[in-house]
């Protein structure tokens, strides 16, 4: 098992900066990859990064590339989203997410959600206008 706990949301104002984190409990994470998803309000979930297992490989999408950064640190067990130029588009409860069967990588890494087996609580991320 592997419990996720995301911290670093709030209100910030267009064109500010937030840093998330993930915090893993129960097992290391250095031999799982590692994503971040959101769900803007009423809309479904959406990928957003993925990094691999070796910390090697980044991922985003469309929306954050240039904006956005993902990173681990096995050491601490933990992963972070640095945001950047946030924009009111931004705003939705983020979630951190951890892939174990590594067979499902390439799903993992450009976003399936279905390829995580582990899941965080969410943190909310508001960007005003």
């Known amino acids: 098992q592997v419990q996720l706990v995301e911290s670093g949301g709030g209100l910030v104002q267009a064109g500010g900066s937030l840093r998330l984190s993930c915090a893993a409990s129960g097992r290391t994470l250095s031999n799982l990859h590692m994503g971040w998803f959101r769900r803007p309000p009423g809309k479904e979930r959406e990928f957003v990064a993925a990094?691999?297992?070796?910390?090697?490989?980044?991922y985003y999408a469309d929306s954050v590339k240039g904006r956005f950064t993902i990173s681990r640190d096995n050491a601490k067990n933990m992963v972070t989203l640095q945001m950047n130029s946030l924009k009111p588009e931004d705003t939705a409860v983020y979630y951190c997410?951890?892939?174990?069967?590594?067979?499902?990588?390439?799903?993992?890494?450009?976003?399936?959600?279905?390829?995580?087996?582990?899941w965080g609580q969410g943190t909310q991320v508001t960007v005003s206008s």
């Open positions: 990094i691999g297992w070796e910390g090697g490989n980044t």
């Open positions: 997410a951890a892939a174990v069967n590594l067979i499902r990588s390439v799903a993992a890494l450009t976003g399936s959600a279905y390829a995580y087996d582990y």
